[in-house]
């Protein structure tokens, strides 16, 4: 069973994820799993799909509890020997109208979409396999909140050296000049989304730099992207894009040829890099 083929989509039972699975089922030679964090809604999605005839598979996954990603591992591992293609588009956002303070959404934004993220990425991309793809749903948010970063900042989210442990001491100061009402005058934007998918597009920079110093030649491709104003529960029904529309350059990165070599360590976005 392991020389099978198998695409795994975090966040996945709604929105974009629930459509990037819809169109893998269509276009990958292999397994295509949908998770979510509720089993129940997780199923439920399966069967819708199954209902237009595809054949996803379920299995639970919450990104924010580190022994639930790692029971997928160890499944992934023993079923299939590895990871063909990883698409980590599970993340929240709070509504416009949401009350929390500024720092609790900070922290809770952050805790989800960059250290959660980051944790699936620690646990699962040493299973990816040769010619392996990986896709960070990031957003273009991330590239307005870097606009809207001091110079400083902008220098070291751009930084070709900056390491993991760097850009993590970064997010936790965010989350800490927010609880102490300085993040202004530190130089970050009025945006816990926005910096926390600053952190997945970097984290997706220094990710590929560490897979072509480390498993070179193996013809893994890791990048960020952002799949534009879609409409979903997150952003409202006035955006332009449909979800499947918002699938389209997330599965466009998953599926690029065996023999690609690129993009890989990018930004892109309408299936063009786009620049950082």
Request: with cysteine; charged share 25%; hydrophobic share 40%.
């Amino acid at each position: 069973m392991a020389s099978r083929r198998v695409a795994v989509v975090t966040g996945a039972n709604k929105g974009i994820g629930f459509a990037v699975v819809r169109a893998l089922c269509k276009q990958f030679t292999g397994d295509v799993y949908l998770t979510a964090r509720d089993q129940a809604r997780g199923e439920a999605a399966v069967k819708q799909l199954q209902g237009e005839g595809l054949k996803p598979l379920f299995h639970q996954l919450d990104i924010d509890d580190l022994q639930s990603i790692r029971v997928l591992r160890d499944f992934l591992q023993q079923k299939y020997g590895g990871i063909d293609v990883l698409i980590n588009n599970a993340g929240i956002a709070f509504k416009v109208a949401d009350t929390s303070p500024f720092h609790v959404q900070a922290e809770l934004t952050m805790k989800t979409n960059f250290f959660a993220t980051r944790d699936v990425c620690r646990e699962l991309l040493p299973l990816m396999k040769p010619q392996g793809r990986v896709v960070n749903v990031s957003s273009i948010d991330s590239v307005r909140a870097l606009s809207g970063c001091s110079q400083d900042l902008q220098q070291k989210f751009r930084s070709d050296t900056i390491t993991e442990e760097e850009l993590v001491t970064l997010m936790e100061k965010f989350i800490k000049d927010t609880k102490d009402g300085v993040h202004s005058k530190e130089g970050w934007p009025n945006t816990a989304y926005g910096v926390s998918k600053i952190g997945v597009t970097v984290l997706s920079r220094i990710q590929a730099r560490m897979l072509n110093e480390k498993r070179k030649g193996e013809g893994i491709l890791l990048n960020a992207c952002c799949p534009g104003w879609v409409r979903t529960d997150m952003t409202g029904p006035h955006a332009p894009k449909s979800p499947d529309e918002g699938a389209e350059t997330p599965v466009y990165l998953a599926l690029l040829p065996p023999d690609a070599d690129g993009p890989h360590g990018q930004f892109v976005s309408d299936k063009k890099v786009d620049k950082w």
